[in-house]
């Protein structure tokens, strides 16, 4: 029987690949196509067929053609092993890394899921806190728009990620030096927190009591609800140990509508 032969067009229509990808294949030595001296088309045989059996096969691995090339032309059961267990190792790395990226967004999700089902709003609480480790990102006010150039310049110093988004930024206020006219209070520092993201802490909110209030909206509230923090303080017999802090759990890194922020204060006190 007289072995058949294919033109372009039928092998690419028995592979499901197109023509520039077999020509390709043909340009770097993984087929061997004879030509047509009269009309010069290619003919394919079916060692091109196994040829390109094998080409989808390792493609389909995540082989990479020069990895395909390199085992086409050594091909023996040392090198076919050596190249599996090669790309095995480097599928466990890749698997390893989704299940971190997995458990970030998880991590995130459920900050935020617990951030805006919170039935204790505009609330005064009093709470028993364990030390809590943060990044502290700088000591300084500073303005909005200048807090995400600290955090990068932080990262790119420390080569350490801090995550934003479903994260908390937090910000010591500066009540003594704050203008009165302003809508918001002047900062002492600016610094990340989660429970659930794991960070490389630099900074630790220590363990105590802490009168806390969570709403809802603009951060401008915070002017609003800081005298209402420090007269229950006096109301009830606690001393202020620290300055109030702002907990940021939803900003502008999760939405740009104002009325979905969720702000938590705490003033640390004893009685």
């Known amino acids: 029987m007289n072995e058949p032969f294919f033109q372009i067009g039928e092998l690419s229509k028995l592979f499901g690949v197109g023509v520039d990808s077999i020509r390709y294949y043909e340009k770097v030595g993984l087929l061997h196509p004879v030509r047509n001296t009269e009309n010069n088309y290619r003919f394919y045989s079916m060692d091109d067929v196994r ?3 094998m080409i989808r096969e390792l493609l389909n691995l995540n082989f990479s053609t020069e990895q395909i090339r390199h085992y086409d032309q050594n091909r023996t059961l040392e090198h076919t092993t050596t190249l599996l267990e090669d790309e095995l190792t480097v599928i466990n790395k890749e698997i390893s890394k989704l299940y971190e990226t997995k458990n970030s967004i998880q991590a995130r999700l459920k900050n935020i899921y617990q951030n805006t089902s919170i039935d204790y709003l505009n609330h005064i609480r009093v709470l028993e806190l364990e030390d809590r480790p943060c990044v502290m990102v700088s000591n300084d006010n500073l303005p909005d728009n200048y807090v995400d150039y600290y955090l990068v310049q932080y ?6 990620n801090i995550d934003t988004i479903g994260a908390c930024d937090c910000y010591t206020l500066d009540l003594k030096n704050s203008n009165p006219d302003s809508l918001y209070y ?4 600016v610094f990340f927190y989660s429970d659930t993201l794991t960070y490389h802490s630099n900074y630790t909110l220590p363990a105590g009591t802490y009168l806390s209030l969570m709403y809802r909206g603009a951060l401008s509230k915070t002017k609003e609800w800081v005298p209402k923090i420090f007269q229950y303080a006096k109301e009830h017999g606690y001393s202020i140990h620290g300055d109030p802090i702002e907990f940021c759990y939803i900003d502008d890194y999760e ?16 009685r």
Do not use: D
Not at 155 to 160: A, L, P, R
Not at 256 to 264: A, D, G, L
């Open 51 to 53: 040829q390109l059996t």
């Open 155 to 160: 990262m790119h110093s420390m080569q350490k």
């Open 186 to 189: 002047r900062t002492k520092n």
């Open 255 to 270: 939405t740009e509508i104002q009325e979905e922020y969720v702000t938590e204060l705490q003033l640390k006190v004893k």
